[in-house]
């Protein structure tokens, strides 16, 4: 039964060219993460939605935006990928409160090339 | 500013062995400690989790012991098996904030 569901589960784009992930989540939780792992590094905070209230990370750069149109679904959108921006791109919920006493569901994520 | 420490970053170790992951953190203020398991092309699963009131937290052959004295967890993995293979991190709370890895091969 997956609960945290991320499509497509591999993503090739083009250098300059606008790609979006999505997830869907069949939790109910109210708490949505978009993370970035690149290869043999920690999964690294993007944003985060706690109902439809968005919460940017200070250093997530203005190419990455998100959208959460309803509970379920959340979208990650990559407006000029650089080749700097392939990664494995996770999504997560939480019941909530966000932080770290949640437990985390991760979908399996979407690695994405940039070429 | 690498807030928790993680170590080694790989380890192997042969089936029915120990395998020991240490972390170490800075901040008094951190109050939960989770370790999550990852393995290749999945997201991380919680794993085990520990407050700094208890010393010791086992679930199977997950142990983590705790030191609040010398700001240091680890997670000990006790007769460990191949399938156990993954990437593990430790991680911190309040504010979510996960150690650099460590990918664990276990030989059988």
């Known amino acids: 039964d997956a609960m945290v569901i991320q499509n497509p589960r591999y993503q090739v784009t083009q250098f300059g060219k606008p790609v979006t992930l999505s997830c869907s989540q069949t939790l109910n939780h109210n708490v949505m993460y978009w993370y970035q792992q690149k290869s043999s590094q920690a999964p690294k905070l993007l944003f985060h939605?706690?109902?439809?209230?968005?919460?940017n990370e200070a250093d997530t750069p203005d190419n990455f935006q998100s959208r959460r149109p309803n509970t379920s679904f959340c979208f990650l959108d990559i407006r000029s990928p650089g080749l700097g921006d392939a990664a494995m791109y996770l999504c997560?919920?939480?019941?909530?409160?966000?932080?770290?006493?949640?437990?985390?569901?991760f979908g399996s994520g979407t690695q994405l090339s940039v070429l | 500013q690498q807030q928790v420490k993680q170590s080694p970053q790989s380890l192997i170790v042969q089936k029915g062995g120990i395998s020991i992951i240490n972390c170490a953190y800075e901040n008094t203020a951190f109050d939960y400690f989770p370790w999550y398991q990852q393995f290749p092309g999945k997201g991380p699963a919680l794993l085990i989790a520990?407050?700094?009131?208890?010393s010791e937290k086992k679930e199977g052959r997950f142990t983590i012991s705790f030191n609040k004295s010398a700001k240091q967890f680890s997670l000990h993995i006790m007769d460990s098996q191949p399938g156990d293979s993954a990437t593990y991190f430790c991680a911190t709370a309040p504010r979510l904030t996960f150690g650099e890895g460590t990918q664990l091969t276990v030989n059988p």
């Open positions: 520990i407050r700094p009131d208890v």
């Open positions: 997560a919920t939480s019941r909530g409160p966000v932080g770290g006493y949640e437990k985390l569901f």
């Open positions: 939605y706690y109902d439809k209230d968005f919460n």
